[in-house]
């Protein structure tokens, strides 16, 4: 069961707008429409952005988004603020095994 | 609204056991799963695996089957990660997690418990 694969970082300006992929196979992102992302800003426990693809939980800014095409996912945060520079992570649920997977995590600035 | 509260840091020796603890409140715990994620220094979220509270039906992540031992008291709303023989490779802050049987993303998070084994 390997992980997810995320870019290492991406990076975008104040206000602008930037896109993580999250890549894995039709036994996880690809066969099920449960993926969550979550946000971890340093010496944090995550907090959960996006769930079941693209559902944003109360209190999340609707800048934050998702989709997924596929066995890859994607969360687009549009608007840039500086408080969006953290550590996100995708997850899916895996078949066969009934658990999860995370993706290897993206480190985002804003610049 | 749902509160995971873990318990504190340890320091111990290489072959030592452990066991820790997350609690729950704020909600039903019972139609509750809560899932252990490891985070090494310096490095990603790791699922090891989660249990359903109701019955303490367990599933692991493959890699850490064997290795650790999840379990859980519903009448004290509270689950356990355990190890019977620590490793230095063990060291890495733990995070409980929770959803509601049925949902697939998980909103409520403990604070995180620290362990660290050294000699």
């Known amino acids: 069961q390997s992980a997810l694969t995320q870019p290492r970082s991406v990076s975008g300006s104040l206000g602008q707008s930037v896109t993580i992929s999250c890549t894995g196979t039709?036994?996880?992102?690809?066969?099920?429409?449960?993926v969550s992302w979550y946000q971890q800003h340093p010496g944090r426990a995550p907090t959960v952005v996006i769930y079941?693809?693209?559902e944003r939980p109360s209190g999340v800014p609707d800048r934050f988004s998702g989709s997924k095409s596929g066995n890859t996912a994607s969360l687009t945060i549009s608007g840039l603020q500086p408080d969006d520079e953290a550590d996100y992570y995708c997850?899916?649920?895996?078949?066969?095994?009934?658990?999860?997977?995370f993706g290897t995590g993206t480190s985002v600035t804003v610049l | 609204e749902v509160q995971l509260v873990q318990s504190g840091a340890e320091l111990k020796q290489p072959g030592e056991s452990l066991k820790i603890s997350c609690k729950g409140s704020g909600y039903k715990f019972t139609s509750y799963w809560i899932g252990w994620v490891r985070q090494m220094p310096g490095k990603g979220l790791e699922w090891m695996g989660i249990?359903?509270?109701?019955?303490?039906?367990?599933l692991y992540n493959p890699s850490f089957q064997g290795q650790v031992t999840i379990s859980a008291d519903k009448s004290i709303a509270t689950a356990f990660l355990q190890w019977s023989s620590l490793r230095a490779s063990d060291s890495a802050i733990y995070y409980c997690?929770?959803?509601?049987?049925?949902?697939?993303?998980?909103?409520?998070w403990g604070q995180g418990t620290l362990v660290t084994v050294s000699s």
């Open positions: 249990i359903y509270l109701r019955d303490s039906r367990t």
């Open positions: 039709s036994r996880d992102v690809g066969g099920y429409n449960f």
């Open positions: 079941d693809v693209s």
């Open positions: 997690a929770t959803t509601r049987d049925g949902d697939f993303g998980w909103p409520g």
């Open positions: 997850c899916s649920y895996v078949g066969g095994f009934g658990t999860y997977v």
